[in-house]
């Protein structure tokens, strides 16, 4: 497994935290997701054979939270 921390705009309750936990989890090979609202950041453990670091940020994005990857 890998490790990815992703900086995530736009959350500010605890459902936008629930939104980004589900956008990655349903992303193929994902193990591993914790959301921090006051920190802004998600944090991913991904089997690197399964997807990419740009794919768990598109699917961020995709959910409607402007992602960037690191932080």
Excluded: F, Q, W
Aim: charged share 20%; proline share 4%; aromatic share 2%.
């Amino acid at each position: 497994m890998a490790a990815l921390n992703l900086t995530v705009k736009g959350m500010s309750c605890g459902g936008c935290v629930r939104h980004v936990e589900t956008a990655l989890k349903k992303v193929a090979g994902v193990g591993t997701v914790t959301v921090d609202l006051a920190k802004s950041k998600a944090s991913v453990e991904y089997d690197p054979a399964k997807t990419t670091p740009d794919a768990l940020k598109k699917a961020v994005d995709a959910s409607g939270y402007p992602t960037s990857i690191g932080g």
